[in-house]
């Protein structure tokens, strides 16, 4: 019998195109030529140009891919940025005026945040755009403009932030009808979820699927989960980030909440990122961690070379305790905000911080000198990443440049004490509008805008008639 003849394979070197390796990234090119081979090579029929509004909500434009890379101009006018979260517009006054053309803003896609869109049935591609005027001055009311801004302060002197931010959510049954209270949905046990199960690995595996879901498509997009436990609320999940750039983890935040709404209402179940969407259950948070590097050097400058913490550092807690009850507004940014920052409850009501104390505003983590950070505990998931970013980076800056100390750390509960945070949207509003170191930092333009939005949000609010009212005062008044 004749030896069997072995089985030949082509050669990579004739007759075959090598597929170059950026068409494979599943997230960003460097380059408009690069765009093209990515976008054929996974056959993407449409492109979703996306950018925040002041709320965090996706703006934007959907095209044909051929279109997306014909140089076309792409343009939105103005008036998503200066919109309320129902959909209305402030009045003029206080610094802010609608501009009378409404003329037309630039977006000018950011090629390294280019990604797939996992849950669209058609291959669909995603960019996030930055806002910039037709003769090319970045828009400075835009969000991830605001946080551009603060980045490049920090380099202006010579720095360079670190963040990795902390998300909570909650699972909810579906509810279309707007005034009957959210309740937790059924997980695969059939049974209602409960509270009490923080870090519950059971209670995770109750939205196993789901929970696959999130992963498969963040996947897809190239985000990265550190982490991923159950919270102390009845289907609440919290979803932790790695370290890393602001502008980067701001943009993974903002693609992660459209991630994990997609994969929610594929279960036929809601996500939402409320502050409190349910009474009686814990708030929802968006903690921000934070430390600096010396551009040139890489060091963490809240570290001296013995290990110990540096000037830098304290003075950095001293701009956190100074200013951020000023920039609350941007931290809680709706009436709603409000009802997750109570005593003795998880959230922080004072600017206190300590050594791994969580009652404190600002909590000192446990870990090597090099990684010394410190987290911000009072931001609610219902913020705008980028301004969140911003404004926690800005009140840091602030005191690194005005050489602000700190009060002395506590290690004792402190989250039955007074209450040192503006105690609704009013108050928050007012206390924004009269920092001027914190208006300059982020801009008089954007604070103006941003101070506009929230008062007619309030507006809008008191509108409203809710059950309390209807309860207490219906037949006893």
């Known amino acids: ?33 690069e765009v093209s081979a990515w976008l054929e090579w996974r056959g993407i029929e449409d492109i979703e140009c996306i950018t925040p509004d002041q709320a965090g909500v996706a703006r934007g434009k959907m095209m044909p891919s051929k279109k997306f890379t014909s140089n076309t ?27 009378e053309d409404d003329g037309d803003l630039k977006l000018v896609p950011d090629l390294s945040t280019l990604s797939e869109v996992p849950w669209e049935e058609d291959p669909t591609a995603q960019v996030i755009c930055d806002l910039v005027h037709q ?27 670190v963040v990795a931010p902390e998300i909570e959510f909650y699972l909810v ?25 923080g870090y519950s690995i059971a209670g995770v595996n109750e939205f196993d699927e789901l929970i696959d879901d999130i992963y498969h498509f963040s996947e897809s997009q190239g985000l990265e989960i550190d982490t991923l436990i159950h919270e102390e609320g009845a289907g609440q999940l919290e979803i932790n980030l790695r370290h890393g750039d602001p502008i980067e983890l701001a943009d993974q935040v903002f693609m992660f ?29 968006m903690h921000i961690h934070q430390s600096v590097l010396n551009r040139k050097t890489g060091r963490n400058i809240f570290t001296e070379e013995d290990g110990s913490e540096s000037e830098a550092f304290f003075h950095f807690i001293g701009g956190m305790q100074k200013h951020v009850p000023n920039a609350l507004v941007m931290f809680a940014p709706y009436v709603n905000s409000y009802r ?30 090099s990684a010394r950070r410190l987290e911000n505990r009072i931001p609610s998931s219902d913020a705008n990443p980028y301004l ?9 800056l602030i005191g690194i440049r005005n050489k602000l100390k700190p009060d002395a750390p506590v290690g004792t509960t402190v989250n039955e004490d007074e209450i040192d945070l503006p105690r609704g949207l009013l108050e928050a509003v007012d206390l924004f509008e009269n920092d001027p170191d ?23 609010f008191m509108e409203v008639i809710s059950p309390w009212e209807r309860e207490y005062l219906l037949l006893n008044v």
């Open 1 to 33: 019998m004749p030896p069997a003849k072995k089985e030949t394979r082509p050669s990579n070197r004739v007759g075959r195109v090598r597929t170059p390796q950026f068409v494979k990234n599943l997230r960003g090119v460097k380059n408009w030529k």
């Open 73 to 99: 101009s792409l343009a939105l006018p103005s008036a998503p940025f200066m919109m309320t979260i129902s959909g209305d517009y402030p009045e003029d006054g206080n610094g802010f005026s609608y501009p």
């Open 135 to 161: 003769d090319g001055r970045f828009v400075e009311f835009t969000p991830r403009n605001v946080l551009k801004r603060i980045v490049q302060a920090y380099a202006d002197h010579g720095l360079r932030p």
């Open 173 to 197: 049954r579906k509810n279309p009808d707007p005034d009957y209270p959210l309740v937790p949905p059924v997980g695969r046990s059939g049974r209602a979820i409960g509270g009490g199960a």
């Open 257 to 285: 909440k459209r991630t994990i709404r997609e994969a929610a209402l594929k279960h036929d179940t809601y996500a939402t990122f409320m502050a409190k969407p349910i009474q009686g259950q814990p708030g929802s948070a």
């Open 340 to 369: 997750r920052l109570t005593q003795a409850a998880s959230a922080p009501v004072n600017t206190k911080w300590g050594y791994d104390n969580r009652t404190t505003a600002f909590r000192v983590p446990r870990s090597d000198p």
């Open 388 to 396: 969140a970013l911003a404004a926690s980076l800005a009140c840091g």
């Open 438 to 460: 914190l208006r300059s930092m982020l801009g008089e333009s954007f604070a103006s805008t941003y101070a506009a939005i929230k008062r007619a949000e309030f507006e809008t």
